[in-house]
């Protein structure tokens, strides 16, 4: 089993920055992606960034160049660097880890946290 728990979420104004962590415990698996996602009060979760074996990254055009997604595998730790935020960015952030290969279907990921707000004034 996989634990995963968000953290660093808050209030910010447009335009400004925050980041996301996400730790990771439990029996992990040798190959695995892990996935940042978000869900806005009546949307449907999407996906915002995946990586892979710590290097390789990619991300949802609404983010790319805004948001970097890393993984420190030393701390256990993913996390979302978030730049020049929007009000429309304003949901639940989550974490989630897909065994083997990244795909960025939400329904394919194994392993979800609960999720860490973050909103975004005008």
């Known amino acids: 089993q996989v634990q995963l728990v968000e953290s660093g979420g808050g209030s910010v104004q447009a335009g400004g920055s925050l980041r996301l962590s996400c730790a990771i415990s439990g029996n992990t698996y040798n190959t695995y992606c892990m996935g940042w996602f978000r869900q806005a009060p009546g949307q449907e979760r999407v996906w915002l960034a995946y990586?892979?074996?710590?290097?390789?990254?990619n991300y949802a055009d609404s983010v790319k160049g805004r948001f970097t997604i890393s993984q420190d595998n030393a701390k256990n730790t993913l996390y979302l660097e978030m730049n020049s935020l929007k009000p429309e960015g304003t949901a639940m952030y989550y974490c989630?880890?897909?065994?083997?290969?990244?795909?960025?279907?939400?329904?394919?990921?194994?392993?979800w946290g609960q999720g860490t707000q973050v909103t975004v004034s005008s």
């Open positions: 989630a880890l897909r065994r083997w290969s990244c795909q960025a279907s939400v329904s394919t990921y194994n392993f």
């Open positions: 990586i892979h074996s710590a290097t390789f990254t």
